[in-house]
């Protein structure tokens, strides 16, 4: 049974636009999220996380959009760029640290 | 600093031998998790460990699984005898022992069982 889903295997999107990525959870008690990026052949890289006490988060390019009710969150990157392509993880945890994630979305930014 | 670094980074082997893959940690770094991704599906957990202590395993797929830190340091992951759905590749991550809101992946280790 998945508790993060990211129901999108893949999104293309062109160079200077604005790229959505989604995610779903399903488990109430996660209070933390986070977003990793994973290029080919390597591991995944921390990108962006937010706390269940805030609905949004920005860092540079990248914002991060929680919304609790529903369940939901998402990664918005702006301007999107070339080397912005890879895997996006969504994952989930609270209070021991295990994270929870989510299937992957594959990025292509278009030039 | 060096990262989390994993060897071998890829193997390939028969189905029914043996195989074991290593982490090191970031230096310092008490919290040690190993997961899995098999093809095109998520990041499943499959062990915790608080220095040499298992602190949760309860993503270990079945008994042909064993993972060992032993002193703290670095880990190993045996699968004996290896099958064809133990392939895939094998992550390890690492944390300091106060939560500081992400995990450290190394690069991971492609299992490859024929």
């Known amino acids: 049974d998945q508790q993060v889903k990211q129901n999108s295997p893949s999104l293309s999107v062109q160079e200077g636009r604005i790229s959505i990525l989604n995610c779903d959870y399903t488990?109430?008690?996660?209070?933390?999220f986070l977003w990793y990026k994973k290029y080919p052949a390597e591991g995944p890289t921390f990108l962006i996380s937010?706390?269940?006490?805030?609905d949004k988060n920005e860092d540079g390019r990248f914002t991060v959009f929680l919304n609790k009710s529903a369940k939901h969150l998402s990664l918005h990157i702006v301007p999107s760029q070339p080397g912005d392509s890879a895997v996006y993880f969504c994952a989930a945890n609270f209070g021991n640290e295990k994270l929870t994630f989510g299937t992957g979305t594959r990025l292509t930014i278009i030039p | 600093e060096a990262g989390v670094t994993q060897f071998p980074s890829h193997s390939v082997i028969e189905k029914g031998q043996t195989v074991t893959l290593r982490c090191d940690p970031i230096?310092?770094?008490?919290?040690l998790y190993w997961y899995r991704r098999v093809m095109g599906k998520e990041i499943k957990f499959l062990l915790h460990?608080?220095?040499?202590?298992?602190?949760?395993e309860s993503g270990m797929p079945n008994n042909r699984f064993l993972a060992e830190r032993t002193g703290g340091t670095y880990s190993t992951l045996k699968v004996q005898p290896a099958e064809l759905e133990d392939s895939g590749v094998y992550f390890c991550?690492?944390?300091?022992?106060?939560?500081?809101?992400?995990?450290?992946f190394g690069e991971g280790s492609r299992l490859t069982v024929l």
């Open positions: 230096s310092g770094h008490d919290n």
């Open positions: 991550a690492s944390s300091p022992l106060q939560w500081t809101g992400e995990l450290f």
């Open positions: 937010i706390s269940s006490i805030k």
């Open positions: 488990n109430s008690m996660f209070d933390y």
């Open positions: 460990f608080v220095k040499e202590s298992k602190q949760d």
